[in-house]
């Protein structure tokens, strides 16, 4: 039986470039960085999450860096939760990330997409106070 996503991959044009973006920007956390053969495994993750982790994979030909930025198209391939979203809104902001308006309160909670250095869009999530107590 599946019991839980553990690895989301997206493709970087540079391991060091997206590496300062996610941790630097967004305050990502390194969970692995070694090498392997000629590759790199890199993952990183939220501070404190257990449960999964995002794997840079930089591009090695012409096919996979014309998917770089647009790997969900329009929809964004990576939801992060936040117990502060107008916050981490604020600070991400003030590091220069770049955002498509500003935090709005809908029914399942406050959010707000984002764009990583190559365009892929990010959606930052913080959930209602009531959906938290009650899960």
Not at 50 to 74: C, P, Y
Not at 103 to 122: A, C, F, H, Q, W
Request: aromatic share 10%; with cysteine.
């Amino acid at each position: 039986m599946l019991k839980k996503n553990i690895i989301t991959g997206i493709l970087v044009r540079n391991f060091d470039e997206a590496l300062d973006f996610y941790t630097k920007k967004l305050g990502f956390v390194v969970v692995e960085d070694f090498p392997m053969g000629t590759d790199r495994w890199l993952t990183i993750t939220a501070p404190g999450n257990q449960d999964s982790v995002l794997a840079l994979h930089e591009a090695r030909n012409e096919a996979e860096t014309a998917l770089i930025g647009k790997q969900m198209g329009g929809y964004p391939f990576l939801g992060i939760a936040t117990d502060d979203c107008v916050g981490d809104y604020e600070r991400m902001k003030a590091r220069g990330v770049k955002f498509e308006g500003e935090p709005s309160v809908r029914p399942y909670g406050t959010g707000v997409m984002l764009e990583d250095l190559y365009g892929n869009k990010i959606f930052l999530d913080e959930e209602p106070a009531e959906a938290a107590v009650s899960a």
